[in-house]
């Protein structure tokens, strides 16, 4: 499951999303990947990784595994996105 943050590769909001789902999920982060115009973030969460993506023209996005239903929706409510699947 992709879960569209923001259209715009802004950095800032990333870390910002970055410190909220860390926090409001509980997880650890096992590997931050980061490039000129891409980013890379992998939180541990429980058994699962949920992947923080910031591309340059695609914007930032979290991305979820299929398996992971509670968290996507957790990450919506943190992200107050519309709910999701």
Known sequence: MRIEVSEEADW???????RVIEKGLGGCWKERLDSPDQRYWDLLVDEHTVT???????GISVIIPDSADDIVRKVCVLLKQPTCG
């Open 52 to 58: 923080l993506h910031l591309e340059h023209y695609l």
């Open 12 to 18: 800032k909001l990333f870390e910002d999303v970055a």
